[in-house]
């Protein structure tokens, strides 16, 4: 006889009242079971219920957010029936959360270790002599470098990748039977992501420990989950086998998510889905999906679709199971013309972090290595230059240099006129504020909770173009349009949105001063695939309508070869390879860039990324030597460990800085 699922939940109706006092649902009848030892993924675009489906399982709904009818049984228990205590023992313990923002589960007045010792004091039972050790060995599980050091830092000094790593120790604080991961390496960067993922997949096998993995990444599914469950605007259309479902979907819904997805050695945009998912306000008629469905019949518009079983094992609600749509190949990026004039150069440019205090400087003690070290780049118009890199390797620290909110140590930024650029954000003009805009990775660190969607884009429209009135609303309406949101968003504040919606909202507002550098600090990882791919189509449209420049930095090296014409690969803040994304994708010669590639995951079960062995990231630059010195798998000998790598040209402005030959390293790449 089959054990009981560890987790059930049973025709959960979740809604809200809105404010002509009508109940609006958000999740409609949704059914889910995980079994001890068994990974459920859950998957769908931005809004359709994934999250509030996660924290639903934890007897927790959002504010506003009601139970219309359904049950949530844990291990035999009705969690929406429990005391608030025994709730409490509950959540952070047996039942452990990873949140997809790590900042909203990480106390910023407080140091790491005070965090972590607090959740293994509240949910272990380990003698609290321990509790030190025990953090320690947590902070190596998830592949964060000196933990001593990581423990007496505060969040803030800590990378977006290093606090969610923390936030992942934390989870595991309690030896919980069941993982919920809203979204849990959306910070990550590849190598980290791959390693984090492998640990979560052997911890459940070691443990038996359920785990439901909530996810926008097809990637991230493919490598940790047995089954996987595809939501429509608050309703299952799909579940089944992970196998199946991400080779042969047999709903189109399901077809058009795979087909969004960017591919590391496919050329071009991948396809947008379009139109977007119906509104909690919208009356249903038929299937959900019929408005935006290729393979849609006058049947399918009257008739709403019951669950129909394939003989893979799969479960669609469709009047047509297993004849998933067939969607467009995407189209080609706009590349930039090689005499395109400059937008934007730095010469030079290093960053630091440490203030040495007096002690140091009466000693004249030698400064630690710069964060980041002689950065020369230039930026043409129209053009989109990747920055790539693991977490802590500087990428976002020069964007934030180049936006004036962390002035450069050393060296200069110019606008493409050859006007230099004050290094202080306070000392730089109007019009050079409007000329270079700044998309951060966290919406929620850049919009203001206490004003509207409709506020916050309204801000750069007068400040900029003076606008008012009704042409200030129509502005903002048609900002919202543009990324995939309609004009009923402009009532709403950032806490009612999803994480998805929010970044949409940021992407919006940095557009809405015209901008002709866009700088975008990871702006697409909180996105479904489908938004993402209509907001890469958004940039290529303003590259060749307006001759806007980007700079695009991501963890997701697929995006950025779908998107960028140039690419830097960058390494403890310092620039391993440079050159046509073609070039340093199809060949890559430095063999850091190689690591990276390797851990690239696919939606596909049976891919497996190549990942170096007992890795871990470094939290500074040697002294001296190449920067990849240390955990290099080709490392030639003392001259990695004393000379700075020359750099060397090795074909059509693809530029290399290593000591190996380029001989040798082209064998490598080619073989």
């Known amino acids: 006889m089959a054990a009981p ?28 079971s995980v079994c001890r030892g068994e990974s459920l993924g859950i998957v769908g675009e931005s809004g359709s219920g994934k999250s509030t489906l996660a924290l639903a399982a934890m007897g927790y709904l959002r504010h506003g957010l009601q139970r219309l009818k359904g049950e949530v049984i844990y291990d035999g228990r009705d969690m929406f029936g429990l005391p608030p205590a025994e709730l409490a023992r509950i959540r952070g313990g047996k039942l452990g959360l990873i949140p997809q923002n790590s900042g909203q589960a990480l106390t910023p007045t407080q140091r790491v270790g005070t965090q972590i010792r607090e959740a293994l004091r509240l949910h272990c039972e380990h003698d609290p002599a321990t509790h030190h050790a025990r953090a320690c060995a947590l902070l190596e599980q998830v592949r964060l470098p000196d933990p001593e050091t990581i423990l007496r830092r505060y969040p803030h000094e800590l990378s977006g990748g290093q606090q969610q790593r923390v936030a992942i120790a934390m989870a595991l604080a309690g030896e919980p039977d069941a993982l919920l991961l809203d979204e849990p390496t959306t910070g990550l960067d590849v190598t980290t992501q791959a390693h984090i993922l492998d640990l979560l997949r052997d911890l459940a096998r070691e443990r038996d420990m359920a785990m439901v993995y909530v996810s926008h990444d097809l990637g991230v599914i493919a490598r940790v989950c ?29 077809a058009a998510l795979l087909a969004a997805i960017p591919r590391l050695g496919a050329h071009g945009l991948p396809s947008a889905l379009d139109g977007r998912p119906p509104g909690p306000d919208v009356a249903r008629h038929g299937c959900a999906f019929a408005p935006r469905c290729g393979l849609a019949t006058e049947a399918c518009r009257a008739e709403r679709p019951n669950m129909a079983t394939t ?16 969607h467009g190949a995407g189209r080609d990026a706009p590349a930039c013309a090689a005499d395109s004039p400059c937008a934007l150069a730095l010469d030079g440019v290093s960053v630091r972090y440490d203030r040495p205090g007096w002690l140091a400087r009466l000693r004249r003690a030698a400064p630690p290595p710069a964060t980041v070290e002689g950065i020369t780049l230039d930026l043409r118009r129209g053009e989109t230059l990747g920055l790539v890199g693991e977490s802590g390797s500087g990428k976002s620290t020069i964007l934030r240099a180049l936006a004036g909110l962390l002035p450069p140590a050393a060296g200069d930024i110019t606008l493409g006129d050859g006007t230099p650029l004050p290094k202080a954000v306070e000392r730089r003009r109007p019009q050079d504020l409007r000329r270079i805009q700044m998309i951060f990775q966290n919406p929620d660190e850049s919009l203001n909770p206490r004003q509207s969607v409709g506020e916050i884009l309204a801000q750069p429209l007068r400040l900029y173009f003076g606008l008012k009135g009704q042409a200030l609303a129509d502005r903002a309406a048609e900002l919202l349009e543009t990324v995939r949101l309609g004009a009923h ?7 009612q949105l999803s994480g998805g919606e929010k970044q949409r909202v940021a992407v919006a507002r940095a557009f809405a001063a015209g901008p002709e550098v866009v700088l975008c600090d990871e702006i697409t990882s909180a996105l479904d695939v489908s938004v993402q791919a209509a907001v890469l ?25 779908a998107l960028s014409d140039r690419v830097a690969v960058l390494y403890q803040g ?11 994708y199809g060949a890559p010669f430095h063999p850091y860039t190689e690591v990276l590639l390797g851990a690239v995951l696919a939606p596909d079960p049976d891919h497996a990324p190549r990942l170096l062995a007992e890795d871990a990231t470094e939290l500074a630059p040697p002294a ?20 700075t790598p020359p750099a060397r040209e090795a074909g059509a402005g693809h530029v290399i800085r290593c000591h190996i030959p380029l001989e040798t390293l082209n064998k490598t790449a080619m073989g």
């Open 624 to 643: 001296q030597g190449c920067p990849f010195q240390r955990r290099c798998p080709v490392k030639l000998g003392a001259i990695c460990e004393t000379d």
């Open 226 to 254: 047995d089954r996987v469950q595809v939501l429509y605007a608050g309703e299952t259309v799909l579940t089944g086998p992970a196998r199946a479902v991400l080779r042969a979907p047999a709903h189109p819904y399901a």
């Open 574 to 584: 310092r620039i391993c390879e440079t050159g046509p994304a073609a070039a340093v």
């Open 489 to 495: 968003y402009l009532e709403r504040r950032p806490g």
């Open 311 to 326: 003989e893979d094992g799969q479960a669609a609600r469709c009047l047509f199971p297993g004849n998933a749509a067939a």
């Open 5 to 32: 699922p560890l987790l059930d939940i049973r025709k959960l109706c979740v809604g809200f009242r809105s404010r002509a006092g009508l109940m609006l649902p958000v999740l409609h009848e949704v059914d889910l």
């Open 537 to 561: 189509d958004l940039l290529n449209d303003l590259k060749a309508r307006h001759g806007t420049a980007f700079i695009f930095v991501s963890h997701d090296l697929t995006v950025v070869r």
